[in-house]
């Protein structure tokens, strides 16, 4: 017998639209970019590199919805750690 998955038909689809990233990224970069032509390195640059670095990973997480591409699985049955086939 196969295997069945239920499927809700009222379910609504996983939004996956550009969100609010196109304009969080350009405020961020602008503000990047004022602080690098004014001010030296502290604190404050600091944290805005932090919130450039974890809207990145938001931006990431909400794309690939938490789910490692394909590309970057390993083929199974191969050993990562060594250079030859083991058969």
């Known amino acids: 017998m196969p295997m069945q998955i239920d499927?809700?038909?009222k379910?609504?689809?996983?939004d996956r639209g550009p969100g609010p990233w196109k304009s969080l990224f350009?405020?961020?970069l602008v503000g990047f970019f004022i602080n690098l032509f004014t001010r030296s390195i502290d604190w404050v640059s600091l944290s805005?590199?932090?919130a450039i670095g974890g809207?990145?990973?938001a931006w990431a997480i909400e794309i690939t919805g938490n789910?490692?591409?394909d590309s970057w699985?390993?083929?199974?049955?191969h050993s990562r750690?060594?250079?030859?086939?083991q058969r």
Not at 11 to 14: R, S
Not at 73 to 77: A, D, H, L, V
Request: charged content about 30%; proline content about 10%.
């Open 48 to 50: 805005l590199g932090a």
């Open 11 to 14: 379910e609504p689809k996983v």
């Open 67 to 69: 789910k490692v591409p």
């Open 26 to 28: 350009v405020v961020l």
């Open 55 to 57: 809207c990145v990973v």
């Open 73 to 77: 699985r390993g083929k199974s049955g």
């Open 81 to 85: 750690r060594s250079g030859f086939d």
């Open 7 to 9: 499927h809700d038909p």
